[in-house]
């Protein structure tokens, strides 16, 4: 069963880009990506997936009902984390839980204390007295604490230390199996290859692809950059799998994807100075992706 | 009726300030009343060299001043200016306040409708207002029991007060509007003073040149003290417009903000 389902989705804004036509599906109980460079439209589609925007066409659903018809019934199984967290500035951590609590008819006392032990959150301090990392982690709590079916995450990481990021994606991982499905928006690759089953990549307001994980990590990029004793033939490196091949006098650059194996040979066959080989970050396997499709 | 309470909580600090400077204005002019009364003949011999313009632009009327209700109706203009800042500072501040302190997003992604949303702000807005005019009214009906020196129309006084409710509904169906049709409120206060001095000054413009149709641009000429000294009625169709007013932009704004996109920070 599909949780959302977003088809053909696009919304238009004055000047700035929006997105368009974007369709993809995530499954019940998956832990699904949704990754691009910044401004690429994922803030964009997951509040029109809240509601608290309207699509110029297209439509999606959520547990089968529209986003836009059914939203107040939809939210009540939803918990949500914005990438930029704010809430009423002279409230009290535990007023604002409490607030948030309210909404679903739900005793969630009892969760609201387990969650802010995990995370270590101090309930009595005022949220105008809190740094960054502890207004994300009252966010974290206010977007779990009634158990939501579906956990929408903006960009979730943002500000937590390393040591909170692994207490939350444990959490996430523990709510996974009691079978939350969880949408992960990010801009980081690591991030997001750790969590998700599926990730879709969308850049410039378009679903560039949607891939299993594992097939990304299959995929296997490499970015291979070397220097050369000697001038080489620029048709040497073209083999399949080799991306962005450029030759500059005697170093070499290019991504490469497929049987590792294949390179190292005919690195092995010529004489080299210097050999670098990095993983690509995102824009460059972006690039890699624009370029397959033109 | 959580949002309901929230937002009240939220507008008790200022409600209780307007209120009690509503009050004080009240028992500032009246306390001077006694003097005023004493020194009548004086003060209208003063007043008879300014201009007739000028004396009916700021709500002083010869014939009735020296009676308690008379000048009750003089200090109401500037009671019902301060009433107006107050409504609209609050119906624009309280709709305006997700986006402003970009909470929205908490909010609206709760299981809550817009509807929701927005009938709890306004009724929490009401039952401010009506708070104020609860404290407004009593401090009205003791002070003037106290300083008065001949009998007066007690149903007289009672329907003056009472419109400053009428108006500030106004203010408030128009703060709200205000801020569901600004795509972005920065400042609540520079909009609504600016607003409700626009009104203000029409209303004195209104009033000094007895212009019939400016009367009915500006709130503040519905409802008219003097015909009520004289007549103890309301002009119905002054009311009429001011009702049509709050259900316009009451209406209005929950159309708008059933369809507004919330943009991001």
């Given at each position: 069963?599909n949780v959302i389902e977003i088809n053909h989705l696009?919304?238009?804004?004055?000047?700035?880009?929006?997105i368009?036509d974007v369709s993809f599906q995530v499954k019940?109980?998956e832990?699904f990506g949704f990754i691009?460079?910044?401004?690429?439209g994922k803030?964009?589609t997951?509040?029109?997936l809240?509601?608290?925007?309207?699509?110029?066409?297209g439509?999606a659903?959520?547990?089968?009902?529209?986003?836009?018809?059914?939203?107040?019934?939809?939210?009540?199984?939803?918990?949500?984390?914005?990438?930029?967290?704010?809430?009423?500035?002279?409230?009290?951590?535990?007023?604002?839980?409490?607030?948030?609590?309210?909404?679903?008819?739900?005793?969630?006392?009892?969760?609201?204390?387990?969650?802010?032990?995990?995370?270590?959150?101090?309930?009595?301090?005022?949220?105008?007295?809190?740094?960054?990392?502890?207004?994300?982690?009252?966010?974290?709590?206010?977007?779990?604490?009634?158990?939501?079916?579906?956990?929408?995450?903006?960009?979730?990481?943002?500000?937590?230390?390393?040591?909170?990021?692994?207490?939350?994606?444990?959490?996430?991982?523990?709510?996974?199996?009691?079978?939350?499905?969880?949408l992960?928006?990010?801009?980081?690759?690591?991030?997001?290859?750790?969590?998700?089953?599926r990730v879709a990549i969308i850049?410039?307001?378009k679903i560039v692809q949607v891939e299993?994980?594992?097939?990304?990590?299959?995929?296997?990029?490499?970015?291979?950059?070397?220097?050369?004793?000697?001038?080489?033939?620029?048709?040497?490196?073209?083999?399949?799998?080799?991306?962005?091949?450029?030759?500059?006098?005697?170093?070499?650059?290019?991504?490469?994807?497929?049987?590792?194996?294949?390179?190292?040979?005919?690195?092995?066959?010529?004489?080299?100075?210097?050999?670098?080989?990095?993983?690509?970050?995102?824009?460059?396997?972006?690039?890699?992706?624009?370029?397959?499709?033109? | 009726?959580?949002?309901?309470?929230?937002?009240?909580?939220?507008?008790?600090?200022?409600?209780?300030?307007?209120?009690?400077?509503?009050?004080?204005?009240?028992?500032?002019?009246?306390?001077?009343?006694?003097?005023?009364?004493?020194?009548?003949?004086?003060?209208?011999?003063?007043?008879?060299?300014?201009?007739?313009?000028?004396?009916?632009?700021?709500?002083?009327?010869?014939?009735?001043?020296?009676?308690?209700?008379?000048?009750?109706?003089?200090?109401?203009?500037?009671?019902?200016?301060?009433?107006?800042?107050?409504?609209?500072?609050?119906?624009?501040?309280?709709?305006?306040?997700?986006?402003?302190?970009?909470?929205?997003?908490?909010?609206?992604?709760?299981?809550?409708?817009?509807?929701?949303?927005?009938?709890?702000?306004?009724?929490?807005?009401?039952?401010?207002?009506?708070?104020?005019?609860?404290?407004?009214?009593?401090?009205?009906?003791?002070?003037?029991?106290?300083?008065?020196?001949?009998?007066?129309?007690?149903?007289?006084?009672?329907?003056?007060?009472?419109?400053?409710?009428?108006?500030?509904?106004?203010?408030?169906?128009?703060?709200?509007?205000?801020?569901?049709?600004?795509?972005?409120?920065?400042?609540?206060?520079?909009?609504?003073?600016?607003?409700?001095?626009?009104?203000?000054?029409?209303?004195?413009?209104?009033?000094?040149?007895?212009?019939?149709?400016?009367?009915?641009?500006?709130?503040?000429?519905?409802?008219?003290?003097?015909?009520?000294?004289?007549?103890?009625?309301?002009?119905?169709?002054?009311?009429?417009?001011?009702?049509?007013?709050?259900?316009?932009?009451?209406?209005?704004?929950?159309?708008?903000?059933?369809?507004?996109?919330?943009?991001?920070?």
């Amino acid at each position: 069963m599909n949780v959302i389902e977003i088809n053909h989705l696009t919304k238009v804004y004055g000047k700035s880009r929006g997105i368009s036509d974007v369709s993809f599906q995530v499954k019940e109980g998956e832990i699904f990506g949704f990754i691009g460079p910044n401004g690429a439209g994922k803030s964009t589609t997951i509040r029109l997936l809240l509601s608290l925007i309207y699509p110029t066409s297209g439509n999606a659903t959520i547990f089968g009902k529209d986003v836009v018809k059914y939203a107040s019934e939809i939210t009540k199984e939803i918990g949500y984390l914005p990438s930029e967290v704010f809430y009423y500035n002279n409230m009290k951590v535990k007023d604002l839980l409490k607030y948030s609590a309210s909404f679903y008819k739900k005793d969630c006392t009892k969760r609201i204390k387990e969650l802010a032990e995990i995370m270590e959150l101090d309930l009595t301090k005022k949220i105008d007295d809190l740094s960054l990392g502890n207004k994300k982690k009252v966010g974290i709590v206010q977007g779990l604490l009634h158990e939501p079916k579906l956990i929408i995450l903006d960009e979730p990481t943002s500000g937590l230390d390393p040591l909170m990021q692994q207490r939350f994606f444990d959490l996430l991982e523990k709510e996974n199996q009691k079978g939350a499905t969880i949408l992960f928006s990010s801009h980081i690759l690591s991030e997001v290859q750790r969590l998700c089953d599926r990730v879709a990549i969308i850049k410039e307001g378009k679903i560039v692809q949607v891939e299993k994980i594992r097939t990304l990590k299959e995929n296997n990029y490499k970015k291979f950059k070397l220097e050369t004793i000697s001038e080489l033939d620029f048709n040497y490196f073209k083999v399949d799998g080799v991306n962005q091949l450029k030759i500059v006098g005697k170093t070499v650059s290019f991504i490469f994807k497929g049987n590792i194996n294949t390179i190292t040979e005919k690195i092995a066959n010529i004489e080299i100075a210097n050999l670098w080989v990095e993983e690509p970050d995102l824009e460059e396997i972006f690039m890699h992706f624009y370029q397959r499709e033109e | 009726m959580n949002m309901f309470l929230q937002e009240l909580k939220a507008y008790q600090k200022p409600t209780i300030i307007w209120s009690i400077s509503i009050v004080a204005i009240v028992i500032l002019f009246m306390a001077l009343f006694p003097a005023f009364s004493r020194d009548a003949d004086e003060f209208m011999k003063v007043l008879e060299g300014f201009p007739e313009e000028l004396t009916r632009a700021i709500g002083l009327t010869f014939e009735t001043l020296t009676n308690v209700l008379g000048y009750f109706s003089y200090a109401f203009l500037y009671i019902k200016l301060c009433g107006a800042v107050q409504a609209m500072n609050l119906g624009l501040s309280i709709v305006s306040k997700e986006t402003r302190n970009k909470t929205a997003e908490f909010l609206f992604t709760k299981p809550v409708t817009r509807t929701q949303v927005l009938t709890s702000k306004l009724l929490a807005a009401v039952t401010s207002l009506l708070f104020t005019n609860l404290l407004f009214l009593f401090s009205v009906i003791v002070t003037v029991e106290i300083v008065k020196t001949a009998d007066y129309s007690r149903q007289g006084l009672w329907m003056i007060a009472a419109s400053l409710f009428f108006l500030q509904l106004i203010f408030l169906g128009l703060g709200m509007f205000t801020a569901v049709f600004i795509p972005r409120v920065k400042s609540v206060i520079s909009v609504s003073l600016g607003l409700v001095f626009a009104f203000f000054i029409v209303g004195m413009i209104s009033s000094s040149t007895d212009d019939e149709g400016l009367r009915y641009l500006t709130p503040f000429n519905y409802v008219n003290d003097y015909y009520i000294i004289e007549h103890l009625n309301y002009e119905m169709q002054y009311i009429g417009i001011g009702l049509a007013i709050i259900c316009l932009t009451v209406i209005l704004s929950f159309v708008i903000y059933r369809k507004k996109d919330i943009h991001s920070v």
